[in-house]
């Protein structure tokens, strides 16, 4: 005879599945109950976990006909229905993401990086198991200084019995406690977790890069789109500018700049005169008039006289 509670798992699995649109296997290992949880009721209506024993968990899912999870039905693993799209899901699961000290052996999801500088540890017996592990250190001022930044676990590696307590002590929390999305399937397609997991930082760095390259493109193509049309005419105009002013061309835009350079030329030129001749061109009054005719003669006669 089968077991009421085993036929209640099946059955809330079959159930779940007619009332949700969208069904995901997670992997709950390394997961301790506290934090699960803590998820489960972070997750709240949107996602709702079922976990129970492998076999009973796909008998359910083979009973109504989804067998297409199947195979990442592996180790420790759980269902969770939704009515979110897959990736909606996987953002969900990973915005509760919580983080939690090492153990030993347990594999580094990403380096372990412990940086140089002050470790905020009074000096004392710490010291040794710093160094211990293999890491640099002082005692200055009476803290535990670190004097070097190094990797002390690469990602994918076990982490140490040293390591994992001066971890703990410079309060480095490596593991990521979450429901890691293996697989969704909508009703038509299986997304499997890779595909689904987008790092939102990276795929805007990417746009911004296709965005920027697509601009120089257009740009320096003189293709006008609404994002090249005003430095595009800009540049028309500055070519313009400069065409007309490299011809001797004058016009409103260009009078200024002539006037202006005239001027300069003006100002650089007088600056080359010097001061003695510039007072004699001041002082120096016209020619007398040479005497002709009867004032000529007038002129001789008193010259005579006298």
């Known amino acids: 005879m089968v077991a009421s509670w085993k036929e209640q798992l099946v059955g809330q699995v079959g159930k779940n599945l007619k009332d949700y649109g969208v069904c995901g296997v997670v992997d709950i290992t390394g997961v301790p109950s506290k934090q699960f949880q803590q998820i489960r009721k972070t997750l709240g209506n949107d996602v709702k976990v079922v976990i129970g024993r492998k076999r009973l968990l796909q008998m359910g899912l083979d009973e109504n006909g989804v067998k297409n999870l199947d195979d990442y039905l592996n180790g420790s693993v759980g269902l969770v229905f939704t009515n979110l799209d897959p990736f909606q899901l996987e953002r969900k699961l990973y915005s509760c993401m919580s983080s939690a000290a090492a153990k030993p052996g347990q594999i580094a999801p990403t380096d372990i990086v412990i940086n140089e500088g002050d470790t905020g540890l009074p000096a004392g017996p710490v010291i040794g198991e710093i160094q211990g592990a293999g890491i640099k250190a002082k005692i200055e001022g009476g803290k535990i200084m670190i004097l070097k930044t190094s990797t002390v676990v690469h990602a994918g590696e076990p982490i140490s019995d040293k390591i994992a307590p001066v971890l703990k002590r410079l309060n480095i929390e490596p593991i990521k406690i979450m429901l890691k999305l293996a697989a969704a399937y909508d009703g038509k397609t299986v997304y499997s977790g890779d595909v689904l997991h987008i790092d939102a930082e990276e ?83 016209p020619p007398e008039k040479t005497p002709t005719g009867e004032d000529a003669v007038g002129t001789v006669e008193e010259k005579a006289s006298e």
């Open 203 to 285: 795929v805007f760095g990417r746009f911004m890069l296709a965005h920027q390259m697509a601009f120089n493109l257009a740009y320096n193509a003189g293709y006008f789109t609404k994002h090249t049309i005003l430095l595009l005419l800009q540049k028309a105009f500055m070519d313009a500018l400069n065409l007309s002013l490299n011809s001797g061309i004058i016009n409103k835009e260009t009078l200024p700049t002539f006037l202006s350079k005239a001027n300069a030329q003006a100002k650089a030129l007088k600056a080359l005169v010097p001061d003695e001749i510039k007072s004699g061109l001041v002082e120096e009054k």
